[in-house]
């Protein structure tokens, strides 16, 4: 079958690979419909995400039809529209049972390659290198599902695949932010980044009952699609300080929750950029946490900070002494999407959450590097980048 593989840093090509076929009892394999572009895989692009190989298809943000069952699959059969958890859960272990699915303690084969840089492993995830499990990912025209009663979800009938797919990723991950964030109604809550995942936090925050949602963001294509699709306040970080206005617009306190929805390639105005770039490039810190001390920051005193970028190891200049005296709570996770999705599935019907919209470019899985290309320099707008295998 025809995949899309990771081949080195910033280089991708489209190429045949084995089918999958079932492995376990509990797999299934699903014919994939549509599989779109998520930041994280930019992140893998950019050669940030240890364990990686020449070869590696990736892709975990998906949609499909099941295909084929394992004799242990109880819940799914055959010919069922279904859309998958980009992170992969047992079910049975005790975060999953807990609701913490992406620290799941079984889905992980290989929980060696991150017990030495953090002390643990989260569980695994599809097309997300062999740190995560090296499972096959959903650039291509089938993928194996591992657990599939507890990782595929039966989509209703009347919600359309390119609104059912960001139920996969984006959805539940911004949902996670805004809800383990403590957003209560009432709140002021800031986001930065206006992504497909920031875009889906600020509207978990406003469906939570937020009485005012700021999010944060440069492109101007992308806080005019928040402003009109999430329907919350924007700011652009570069004609303004973000800190002083978001002090104006909460009477001089800050915001109550603040959700980082950016990751570990932040830009930002003015030397911290360029002194995180020499130690990111020099390798004397991993990530760039521009957007996390921000947070911080602005956060008011016994707020919460809630970091869904993802961030790989060591970082410089954190704000512990802020955080520390200002009484803060900071939290983040690869996102716990089977605890969200019957119900995102559920609002996406009832027409309260829309997610189609990000959904600015879909072509075929042969356009995989054009795809990522334009996804990467946020060319023509881009804010995701489908990719539909069999049209
Ligand atoms: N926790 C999880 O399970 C999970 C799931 C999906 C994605 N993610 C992560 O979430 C992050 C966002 O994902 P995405 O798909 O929306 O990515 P994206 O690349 O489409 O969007 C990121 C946005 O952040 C903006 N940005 C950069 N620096 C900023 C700053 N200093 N202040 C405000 N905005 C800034 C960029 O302009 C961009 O629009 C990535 O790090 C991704 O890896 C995490
Ligand atoms: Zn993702
Ligand atoms: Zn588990």
Known sequence: MKAVCWQGVNELSVEQVPDPEILNAQDAIVKVTASTTCGSDLHL???????????????HEFLGEIVEVGPEVSRHRPGDRVVVCSIIGCGRCRPCTDGMWSLCENSNPKPGLTDLMWGGSTAGIFGYSHAMGGFRGSHAEYIRVPFADYNAFTVPDGVDDMDALFASDAAPTGWMGADLGGVRPGDVVAVWGCGGVGQMAARAAMLLGAERVIAIDRYPERLAMTARHVG??????TSTDVNAELRERTGGRGPDVCIEAVGLEAEGTGPQRIYDGIKQRLRLEQDRPIAV???????????SVFVLGVFTGFVDKFP????????????????????????????IARGELKTSHLATHTMTLDDGPRGYDMFKRKKDGCVRAVFRPWI
């Open 232 to 237: 919350c306040e924007v700011v652009d970080y």
């Open 45 to 59: 692009l950019g050669g940030y995400i240890p364990a990686m190989r020449a070869g590696d298809v990736i892709g």
């Open 293 to 303: 001390r921000e947070a911080i920051h602005a956060c008011r005193k016994g707020g």
């Open 320 to 347: 512990l002494g802020a955080l520390m005296n200002k009484g803060l709570t900071l939290r983040g996770a690869q996102q716990h999407g089977q605890r969200y999705i019957p119900h995102l599935l559920d609002l």
